[in-house]
């Protein structure tokens, strides 16, 4: 191994460029050539590849988004794509790859290793939705993003004695809704992996309005989405005047958290040493508290599972 080039696909997350500069530092200290490689598999494929050298990842720690820039490929999810990238690859005798991405990306890197090239995957995603991993690196940003947001949605809230429904991120899974709503103070966390009715939301606020409470929050993941749908006919029912803020992408951009630039960092560490113990189709993840590698076909097979507990207490502590 004296050769592996790092890349950032599909959805961007803050620490990207953290995790980017952990495997570029540990590279080189290792000895190894790194190489960057723009725009995700696009890159790979029209060779986009550039050597990266210790000072290359100066002053990025701090900084959202991918220094690498990202994209979706849809010439890599082709076998002609990937053979194309395959041929880069080897024109450029690159030994090892290193993936930083959510499950597609994750897909793309299992197809590439099973090409032959070694291939590590770092889960950078604020979704959470990656089963193998307690954490993804971008979730805790995204999540204190918004509960900055909620805190000022919160005070105007309770000034106007409004309901306020707020959409946050993560796709289908509910961890940035739950998160959000225990942190947040919500009064209640709709998630896709629970049912609901706007009948129980409503009886919610009207217990909050006899206990004197003068906002309340409800947060609603993307999965279940219809922000406005659902202000509106939370104010047909109570008369309460109801309004809803869809975050969107401010929850993908912005300074990363401490902790996401350490797991970051930790990972993309981890990364580089998998590559070097000569092993591939790996990702990288973190389990109470220490870094794992896993296989990703067994890591992405790995069903996620609700958190009930979390669900449980998001009610509990409304009430
Ligand atoms: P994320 O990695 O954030 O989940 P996407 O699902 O958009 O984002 O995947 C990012 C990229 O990974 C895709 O644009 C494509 O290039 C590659 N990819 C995703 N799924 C596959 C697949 N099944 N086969 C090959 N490449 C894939």
Redesign the pocket.
């Known amino acids: 191994m004296k050769r592996i080039a790092v890349l950032t ?3 961007d997350s803050p620490a990207m460029n953290a995790a980017i500069r952990a495997v570029v530092r540990t590279g080189i200290e290792k000895g190894l050539k790194v190489y960057g490689v723009h725009r ?2 696009n890159g790979l494929i029209s060779g986009e590849i550039f050597e990266m050298d210790k000072h290359s990842v100066s002053d990025i720690i701090q900084r959202g988004g991918t220094i690498l820039r990202t ?4 010439e ?2 082709t076998p002609e794509g ?1 053979q194309k990238a395959l041929n880069v690859i080897k024109v450029l005798k690159i030994d090892g790859i290193i993936v930083i ?8 890197a299992d ?1 590439l290793s099973d090409l032959g090239v070694p291939t590590i995957g770092i889960p950078g ?1 604020i979704d959470n939705d990656l089963a193998y991993t307690d954490y993804t690196v971008g979730f805790d940003t995204a999540l204190n993003t918004a509960i900055d947001a909620i805190n000022k949605i919160r005070d105007t809230s309770s000034s106007h004695e409004r309901v306020s429904v707020i959409e946050v991120m993560g796709r289908n899974c509910g961890d940035l809704a739950i998160y959000s709503g225990i942190a947040g103070g919500a009064e209640y966390v709709v998630v896709p992996e629970k049912p609901f009715t706007v009948e129980d939301i409503c009886e919610n606020i009207f217990n909050g309005k006899r206990s004197g409470k003068l906002h309340n929050i409800i947060i609603l993941a993307e999965g279940v989405g219809g922000a406005q749908k659902l202000a509106r006919k939370i104010e047909e029912i109570t008369s309460i005047e109801t309004r809803a803020t869809v975050l969107g992408y401010i929850q993908r951009g912005g300074s990363p958290s401490a902790s996401d630039r350490i797991l970051a960092s930790r990972m993309g560490n981890k990364a580089v040493e998998v590559l070097l113990e000569g092993k591939s189709a790996r990702v990288i993840g973190i389990k109470n508290n220490k870094i794992i590698d896993m296989d990703i076909k067994e890591a992405l097979a790995i069903p996620k599972v609700f958190d009930e507990e979390l669900f449980d207490l998001s009610i509990s502590l409304s009430n």
């Open positions: 696909s599909g959805g995700g598999y994209a979706r490929s849809e890599f999810k990937r991405g959510g499950d597609g990306s994750f897909h793309g197809l995603t």
